[in-house]
């Protein structure tokens, strides 16, 4: 436990700042930033070199797939919106879910705490209440900014939360704000800080330093939603680590690639030295035109007497092989395929099931994202509502039995979908109100509007027949003999 805070001794004066046992993650989380952004010339510095020039330029080409990755899970998480419901269709509770989803945006909200959980290893939600707004927050927090405290003897129990940024006002010189969170209240210090170290606390116009904001609610509201983790480490595991060498080698791979065929794009001259102008500028002897010439005298070799294009002979085909086991191993390491980005040939996936199969890995992993993110969603709208009454909101109640349906984020097949209903419904293993339900996602007074019109249409199609106990008239009107009931 040396290398993670265990109590609040850290923001105490004199201190460094930020704590030394939160460098490396910080670290981490800086140059993670970086790759996605794109700025990979600032994260991969020594390997880059190997791009330089005579001239110490360099060809650098950017293949971003650290950003694409991060939005693949967030796309498969949040790109079809789950279901969230909180009671029956038409409850109070429903209605204050609805709303609560709405106000805060919340599909935006958890593609970024997405984002952050794939590129940094954990994601934060933080709900808040405004009281000039009279409404609860649910947003998104940068882990550069969370400093969470354990229990020195368990690992796994989280003491306080704390979010802390520093304001610069001027050079080696600044605000530190920390927000530390309680289950019961929280707590806002500020702090001077200079040269990297924490000072006094400073005094406050508006207030008492620390502010104090008591809930009472029993729980944090603070909630992180982490990524991959292990026992011995609270904080989750990010995506990028296990392939960033891998990216690095394929982008100064491609690099070089481009930069010999650059070179061959516009060949030398080879030729007799009488080709050679004299520059009287230069004092140099110059092809004119400017091209590259090599002269060959004639009495070297009969055939330099022709000019002649100096051609690379050399092939490309093994660092053409080596990008592609490179990038086998890609997928293969963060759990992806070439399906998950869009490149399926021809023929691989001819049906909705085809396609998931070839997406068994990528929906294992999105799917261990789910488990993560489902309780902390939940929890998050939970306590977004609770803090609400806490705050006397008109209109606010409590939401206890928030439930989540997810969707897995792939495309639907209408026609296989619509096959499978058909071959379960003419087997009897379905009703027709349940396969439209799974077809069209209608409930309620759609679902019942739209059997009624299924209904009429299938007795326009087939009318209904004469019933038995008018057959008699029937064949008396049409001459034909009847047959009379006579006892056994």
Not at 34 to 41: E, S
Not at 309 to 327: C, H, P
Request: aromatic share 8%; glycine share 8%; proline share 6%.
């Amino acid at each position: 436990m040396a290398d993670k805070l265990t109590d609040m001794n850290w923001l105490d004066r004199g201190k460094p700042w930020p704590p030394k046992s939160e460098t490396a993650r910080l670290k981490l989380y800086d140059e993670n930033r970086k790759l996605f952004k794109g700025d990979h010339a600032e994260v991969f510095t020594e390997n880059w070199n190997r791009l330089k020039r005579d001239d110490q330029r360099s060809l650098e080409l950017v293949l971003n797939w650290f950003k694409r990755l991060s939005t693949l899970w967030a796309d498969l998480l949040f790109g079809e919106p789950p279901t969230i419901t909180a009671g029956e269709r038409e409850s109070a509770e429903q209605a204050a879910c609805k709303r609560i989803i709405k106000d805060n945006d919340l599909m935006n909200v958890g593609y970024k705490v997405a984002l952050d959980t794939s590129a940094m290893g954990t994601g934060l939600f933080k709900i808040r209440y405004d009281g000039d707004k009279r409404r609860a927050y649910i947003e998104a927090q940068p882990p550069e900014l969370w400093f969470p405290v354990f229990n020195p003897d368990n690992i796994n129990e989280v003491l306080a939360h704390v979010l802390a940024w520093t304001t610069v006002v001027e050079s080696r010189r600044g605000t530190l704000t920390a927000e530390v969170h309680y289950t019961d209240r929280i707590m806002t210090y500020r702090y001077e800080v200079i040269n990297d170290r924490i000072g006094r606390l400073l005094e406050s116009a508006t207030g008492p330093n620390p502010a104090v904001v008591k809930h009472g609610l029993g729980e944090f509201l603070v909630i992180p939603a982490p990524n991959l983790q292990t026992s011995n480490d609270p904080f989750g595991i990010d995506d990028y680590s296990d392939i960033d060498s891998i990216i690095c080698e394929l982008e100064v791979r491609i690099a070089q690639i481009s930069r010999i065929l650059d070179k061959n794009a516009e060949p030398s001259l080879a030729g007799p030295e009488s080709m050679l102008e004299f520059d009287p500028d230069t004092h140099e002897y110059k092809l004119q035109g400017g091209s590259k010439y090599f002269p060959i005298p004639l009495g070297a070799n009969a055939a330099g007497a022709v000019p002649q294009y100096v051609t690379w002979g050399g092939e490309l085909s093994a660092a053409f092989e080596q990008f592609n086991v490179l990038l086998d191993q890609l997928y293969t390491l963060s759990e992806t395929s070439a399906a998950a980005f869009g490149n399926i040939k021809a023929g691989m996936a001819e049906s909705g099931s085809a396609l998931r199969r070839l997406m068994m890995a990528p929906l294992a992993k999105v799917n261990r994202m789910r488990m993560r993110f489902d309780p902390a969603l939940c929890k998050a709208i939970g306590l977004c509502a609770a803090l609400e009454v806490a705050q006397g909101m008109p209109g606010a109640v409590m939401l206890d039995n928030v439930h989540i349906t997810w969707q897995d984020g792939l495309p639907d097949d209408e026609m296989e979908q619509a096959n499978i209903m058909s071959t379960r419904k003419g087997a009897g293993l379905i009703s027709t109100e349940r396969a439209i339900q799974h077809l069209d996602g209608l409930e309620g007074e759609e679902l019942e509007a739209e059997l009624d019109r299924i209904a009429a249409d299938q007795m326009q199609i087939a009318p209904p027949g004469p019933s038995m106990t008018n057959l008699g008239g029937i064949f008396e009107g049409l001459g034909l003999p009847q047959e009379t009931n006579k006892p056994a």
